[in-house]
């Protein structure tokens, strides 16, 4: 039906309103601090960084990751690995924009924390609450923290707020620089994420965004 709805765009009912409709390709489970959070992954949302998110998954790099700006009725964004090689293969990996498909962000929407055009690298955040976002070309949703996995992500700890320098939370730079040592002396309440897996996955999300 996606793929008619593009074709036919005029007779059919919003885009945005039937990729929302639509299942996941791919479900990703991650151990945190505050219980077991499951992320759903739509391809047909955002190819391109469904298809990056899921190797960076599959290759372990959200393993040990701080949950370092939580920001009431914001968001959570997370994605410094302190691992030395992991880092040396992943950080500098960029990935294009996909075109907006126009997914409203809401509570548990899960996107790229990009910097500017094609920017999105490791850093993903998930959606406190409805939040307007989606203007920006790498503002583009690729999944949602399934339904049964919100309470838990409620859980999560904001206590410290925004990062530097809209507030006094912890830095990412100097995470970078000093590991999450800095963040458990630091920041001690910060919730981690202990590590992420590929729970299931449709015959869809195999296909690289290379192939489309």
Request: with cysteine.
């Amino acid at each position: 039906m996606v793929a008619i709805c593009r074709w036919l765009a005029v007779i059919c009912p919003s885009l945005a309103a039937v990729l929302a409709q639509a299942g996941p390709t791919a479900t990703v489970s991650c151990d945190t601090t505050i219980g077991q959070i499951d992320i759903e992954i739509f391809r047909e949302w955002s190819p391109k960084g469904a298809d990056h998110f899921l190797e960076l998954v599959q290759d372990g790099w959200y393993t040990d990751i701080a949950l370092f700006r939580a920001v009431p009725n914001f968001l959570v964004q997370f994605g410094i690995n302190t691992d030395a090689s992991m880092r040396q293969k992943w950080e500098r990996k960029t990935i294009d924009d996909d075109p907006s498909q126009n997914i409203a962000f809401e509570r548990g929407t899960v996107s790229y924390a990009g910097s500017g055009p094609n920017s999105r690298g490791t850093h993903v955040f998930f959606s406190l609450g409805a939040i307007p976002l989606g203007e920006s070309p790498w503002e583009t949703p690729f999944g949602r923290v399934a339904a049964h996995s919100l309470e838990v992500m409620d859980k999560i700890y904001t206590g410290y707020g925004d990062m530097p320098p809209w507030g006094e939370g912890p830095n990412p730079q100097e995470i970078n620089q000093r590991g999450n040592s800095y963040v458990r002396e630091d920041f001690p309440k910060v919730d981690f994420i202990k590590s992420c897996k590929v729970a299931t996955m449709t015959s869809d999300a195999s296909v690289k965004s290379d192939d489309l």
